[in-house]
T-cell receptor, first 111, second 113 residues
């Protein structure tokens, strides 16, 4: 089983739609969770951290469910510029702050 | 203002011909990482430096080596590239080993002919 699993998509949505991605992780000792965004042929960039209490940043909301070992990302009022691959990232809690990346979920927002 | 710089952005090398990719940073971060990312796959950590302390991932092939001559620079050496080594190579930094946020460079896309 992969340490971090995501649905690769693509998710095709119209502008203005709400879309949600889920991610599951296998290591129950994992300590920290993040969403990174990666545009085509570009480097990953941190989108937001995911806290136990959930957190919101504008149109983006991240949730963590430790009992079920999944993380979610909700994007409201999708924009064309949101088209990208969203990488679920987990720190497995092995001491060193190593990050394990999921393969990403591709989002395509159309006019 | 570029913070993590990778050169070259595109590199073509021949099968078996050694190649070196470079990374530099202006952030004065203690930790530097090298990742390999193949098409539609997750970035895979190859190794990292905490200051001058080198840490290799257990499954990183011996064909891959790294050097960090000073805080700002880190190099990835591929001694005998195979066709399977064609990928995007990403350099990243973080302030400390306890820092979660990593700052990535734009990557070097390696083609092996």
């Amino acid at each position: 089983r992969k340490e971090v699993e995501q649905d690769p998509g693509p998710f095709n949505v119209p502008e203005g739609a709400t879309v949600a991605f889920n991610c599951t992780y296998s290591n129950s000792a994992s300590q920290s969770f993040f969403w990174y965004r990666q545009d085509c042929r570009k480097e990953p960039k941190l989108l937001m951290s995911v806290y136990s209490s959930g957190n919101e940043d504008g149109r983006f909301t991240a949730q963590l469910n430790r009992a079920s070992q999944y993380i979610s990302l909700l994007i409201r009022d999708s924009k064309l510029s949101d088209s990208a691959t969203y990488l679920c990232v987990v720190n497995p809690g092995t001491g060193f702050q190593k990050l394990v990346f999921g393969t990403g979920t591709r989002l395509l927002v159309s006019p | 203002d570029a913070m993590v710089i990778q050169n070259p952005r595109y590199q073509v090398t021949q099968f078996g011909k050694p190649v070196t990719l470079s990374c530099s940073q202006t952030l004065n971060h203690n930790v530097m990482y090298w990742y390999q990312q193949k098409s539609s796959q997750a970035p895979k950590l190859l190794f990292h430096y905490y200051d001058k302390d080198f840490n290799n991932e257990a499954d990183t092939p011996d064909n891959f080596q790294s050097r960090r001559p000073n805080t700002s620079f880190c190099f990835l050496d591929i001694r005998s590239p195979g066709l399977g080594d064609a990928a995007m190579y990403l350099c990243a930094t973080s302030r400390e080993a306890s820092s979660y946020e990593q700052y990535f460079g734009p990557g070097t896309r390696l083609t092996v002919t």
